[in-house]
C-alpha cells in the first residue's frame, strides 16, 4: 500500500502527485498539464536520451545490470507538443505472470511522470 499526496498549481494550470511506499520509496510521480499547453517536439531519440537520464540522475535505476531492460515507446500528438512514453521491465521477476515496469511520460522535453508498477493483464 502505498500513500498518495497530490499538490494543486492553479497558477501553473497543473498537479503534482507523489507516491510513496511505507518504506518511504517514492513509487510514481505524475505531473498533469493541460492537453493544450504548448512544448517541444523532440524526436524519439532525444525523448528517449531525456527519459533514461532522468530515470539514472533522479531514481537511480534502470540499467542492464540492474535487471531492467528497455519495452519500447509511445508517441502521442498534442495539439502543441509531441508527448513520448518509455518503458523498461525488469528480467526474472514475475508476480503471477505479471512483470515489473519503469514507465516515463515526457510532455514534450519535460518528465510529466515516472511510475513503477506491475503489468497486470
Avoid at 518511504?24 to 533514461?52: F, L, N, S, V, W
Avoid at 528480467?91 to 514507465?103: S, T, V
Wanted: glycine content about 10%.
Amino acid at each position: 500500500m502505498a500513500l498518495e499526496c497530490a499538490i494543486f498549481q492553479a497558477a501553473a494550470g497543473g498537479r503534482v502527485q507523489v507516491g510513496v511506499s511505507p518504506e518511504g520509496k517514492i513509487t510514481g510521480y505524475e505531473h498533469k498539464i493541460p492537453e493544450a499547453k504548448a512544448g517541444a517536439q523532440p524526436t524519439r531519440d532525444a525523448a528517449q536520451k531525456t527519459a533514461q537520464d532522468f530515470l539514472v540522475c533522479e531514481a537511480g535505476q534502470i540499467d542492464e545490470r540492474l535487471g531492467f531492460s528497455y519495452g519500447g515507446s509511445e508517441l502521442e500528438r498534442k495539439p502543441n507538443r509531441l508527448d513520448w512514453a518509455f518503458t523498461w521491465e525488469k528480467h526474472g521477476f514475475r508476480a503471477k505472470d505479471a512483470p515489473e515496469r519503469l514507465r516515463i511520460l515526457l510532455h514534450g522535453e519535460e518528465v510529466g511522470s515516472a511510475e513503477e508498477a506491475l503489468k497486470v493483464s
